[in-house]
């Protein structure tokens, strides 16, 4: 009798949990960001056929529409975590691709293995950003052990990506077949070319581990993801400033984490998101080094308390005292106390985290200063930016998208003159020219890369300013080499 009543009354009690929400549910307000929940294959299909991608050549199947439902549909909210990452590592994967001479759309197979979490470990114990295995790692010049694990370093391990990558896309010679190889190793690969009696990586695919088979599928999805995101309603979620703009320094002597604490008072939190590597929370000493990353607006204090307790110096400071007040308040935290206000004029094709990287602030506080909405600032829209007075920033004539680049590209940039006359000597015969026709957005960066050729050249003879991105169906003359 006593289980008849308790069958009972879980039976009510599963029907009443069934019943409740369509009892109790309000009438859904209207979303316009609120995501499809079908995605319409034809323009997905359109899109990727369109996309143009030095690692793959995108392709439409049943893997990757999963990927892509699972990125644009199901699991948007991560989606946007990962996509506001990308301002924290993207700009460090940049250069070390860029100084590896690889395709900068190597970048997106972090988010595939380890979805931009520098503390990712996976079932078989691969680490970090780049999921490296222990001995790959130290084979790579990583550092692992139980104080150090480089696998986290971002700057490092990112190096070390780049160089494994190298070596991968030469033993194939196919940059599909490569990163198939990241996955598995190489020696999979090569059976699986082997049994399969084929040389390219869909051919050998059904010959491929499961993860592996799925491997490129995947990077294809991300790589939309990252080109077509905001055609989706997906918001970046953007890391705080302090996560965004930071310095790194090589340090050589012991420095503890409680050390800069005391130093900054910066929380220890955010000491070790920064610096994960150090698993006793501590950078040992080296004769090769550490990288410790820091806000930009601490590491000045940091570097001075270091260079004073070098081993070769006499007159060391005293070990720091604790600074009390370890949460800034917001118009302390904001910059540097003293700012000049500035009004900046949207141009075709800058986004704000292109103003974010050009004047050194973040997207969240330029958002802040003008109130902007969901919208995206039109063409001609004026933006308020506030900059230290101390800050000394580039020609924002010339800058423009470029604030996109790499780093060490950009310095590059920055050092070319546009100067002398623009026009074409008119001894210059007309074949002595070749002919460009743009079929995507480029830049004149990607245009003087596939010819050879210095862009300055280029603007002079078609008389067009460097921060020109060119739409497809422009035809550009290039003089032969």
Same mark, same amino acid.
């Given at each position: 009798?006593?289980s008849s009543?308790?069958i009972y009354?879980?039976?009510?009690?599963?029907?009443?949990?069934?019943?409740?929400?369509?009892?109790?549910?309000?009438t859904p307000t209207?979303?316009?960001?609120?995501?499809?929940?079908e995605?319409d294959?034809d323009?997905?299909i359109r899109?990727?056929?369109?996309? &143009?991608?030095?690692?793959?050549?995108?392709?439409?199947?049943?893997?990757?529409?999963?990927?892509?439902?699972?990125?644009?549909?199901?699991?948007?909210?991560?989606?946007?975590?990962i996509?506001?990452?990308?301002f924290?590592y993207?700009?460090?994967?940049?250069d070390?691709?860029?100084?590896?001479?690889?395709?900068d759309?190597?970048?997106?197979?972090s988010?595939?293995?380890?979805?931009?979490?520098?503390?990712a470990?996976?079932?078989?114990?691969?680490?970090?950003?780049?999921?490296?295995?222990?001995?790959?790692?130290?084979?790579?010049?990583?550092?692992?052990?139980?104080?150090?694990?480089?696998?986290?370093d971002?700057?490092?391990?990112s190096?070390?990506a780049?160089?494994?990558?190298?070596?991968?896309?030469?033993?194939?010679?196919?940059?599909?077949?490569?990163i198939?190889?990241?996955?598995?190793?190489?020696?999979?690969?090569?059976?699986a070319?082997?049994?399969?009696?084929?040389?390219?990586?869909?051919?050998?695919?059904?010959?491929?581990?499961?993860?592996?088979?799925?491997?490129?599928?995947a990077?294809?999805?991300?790589s939309?993801?990252?080109?077509?995101?905001?055609?989706?309603g997906?918001?970046?979620?953007?890391?705080?400033?302090?996560?965004m703009?930071?310095t790194?320094?090589?340090?050589?002597?012991?420095?503890?984490?409680?050390?800069?604490?005391?130093l900054t008072?910066?929380?220890?939190?955010?000491?070790?998101?920064?610096?994960?590597?150090?698993?006793l929370?501590?950078i040992p000493?080296?004769?090769?080094?550490?990288?410790?990353?820091?806000?930009?607006?601490?590491m000045?204090?940091?570097?001075?308390?270091?260079?004073?307790?070098?081993p070769?110096?006499?007159?060391?400071?005293a070990e720091?005292?604790?600074?009390?007040?370890?949460?800034?308040?917001?118009?302390?935290?904001?910059?540097?106390?003293?700012?000049?206000?500035?009004?900046? &004029?949207?141009?075709?094709g800058?986004?704000?985290?292109?103003?974010?990287?050009?004047?050194?602030?973040?997207?969240?506080?330029?958002?802040?200063?003008?109130?902007?909405?969901?919208?995206k600032?039109?063409?001609?829209?004026?933006?308020?930016?506030?900059v230290?007075?101390?800050?000394e920033?580039?020609?924002?004539?010339?800058?423009?998208l470029l604030?996109?680049?790499p780093?060490?590209?950009?310095?590059?940039?920055?050092?070319?003159?546009?100067?002398?006359?623009?026009?074409?000597p008119?001894?210059?015969?007309?074949?002595?020219?070749?002919?460009?026709?743009?079929?995507?957005?480029?830049?004149?960066f990607?245009?003087?890369?596939?010819?050879?050729?210095?862009?300055?050249?280029?603007l002079?003879?078609?008389?067009l300013?460097?921060?020109?991105v060119f739409k497809?169906?422009?035809?550009?003359?290039i003089?032969?080499?």
């Open positions: 009798m006593e009543r308790q009354s879980l039976t009510a009690l599963l029907i009443f949990f069934l019943v409740s929400p369509l009892l109790f549910a309000k209207p979303n316009p960001t609120t995501p499809p929940e995605i294959e323009l997905l899109r990727l056929q369109s996309m &143009e991608n030095r690692v793959v050549k995108p392709r439409y199947d049943i893997v990757v529409k999963g990927y892509l439902n699972t990125y644009l549909v199901r699991g948007r909210a991560r989606t946007e975590e996509l506001g990452k990308r924290i993207f700009p460090i994967f940049e070390a691709l860029f100084s590896a001479e690889l395709p759309e190597l970048k997106a197979l988010i595939v293995e380890s979805a931009l979490s520098n503390r470990v996976s079932r078989v114990g691969a680490m970090g950003l780049w999921q490296f295995m222990a001995p790959t790692a130290r084979e790579l010049g990583l550092r692992v052990d139980e104080v150090v694990d480089e696998r986290r971002a700057r490092r391990a190096a070390a780049a160089v494994y990558l190298k070596k991968l896309h030469k033993q194939f010679s196919d940059w599909e077949l490569a198939a190889a990241y996955n598995s190793g190489s020696g999979r690969v090569v059976r070319m082997k049994r399969g009696r084929g040389t390219s990586y869909w051919d050998i695919r059904p010959d491929l581990p499961r993860e592996t088979s799925n491997y490129v599928p990077f294809i999805a991300v939309y993801l990252l080109e077509y995101y905001d055609e989706h997906l918001n970046p979620q953007y890391p705080i400033e302090e996560y703009l930071t790194t320094k090589l340090v050589h002597q012991d420095l503890s984490f409680e050390q800069i604490q005391k008072g910066l929380d220890l939190e955010k000491i070790e998101f920064l610096n994960p590597a150090f698993n929370k501590k000493a080296s004769d090769k080094g550490y990288n410790l990353t820091l806000p930009t607006k601490y000045e204090k940091v570097s001075a308390w270091l260079d004073a307790n070098r070769d110096t006499e007159d060391k400071l720091p005292t604790p600074i009390i007040t370890l949460a800034p308040k917001p118009k302390e935290v904001d910059a540097y106390h003293n700012f000049d206000e500035i009004t900046h &004029e949207m141009a075709q800058e986004t704000l985290e292109a103003l974010g990287q050009l004047y050194a602030t973040s997207v969240g506080k330029i958002v802040e200063w003008n109130k902007l909405g969901a919208e600032p039109k063409v001609g829209e004026k933006i308020t930016i506030l230290p007075k101390n800050f920033r580039p020609k924002v004539e010339r800058l423009g604030a996109r680049l780093a060490e590209r950009l310095k590059t940039v920055l050092a070319i003159k546009l100067e002398g006359n623009n026009k074409v008119e001894t210059v015969k007309a074949e002595d020219f070749l002919y460009h026709t743009t079929n995507r957005l480029e830049s004149i990607d245009i003087a890369a596939k010819y050879k050729v210095d862009p300055q050249a280029i002079k003879l078609n008389e300013p460097l921060t020109k497809p169906g422009v035809k550009l003359k003089k032969k080499l």
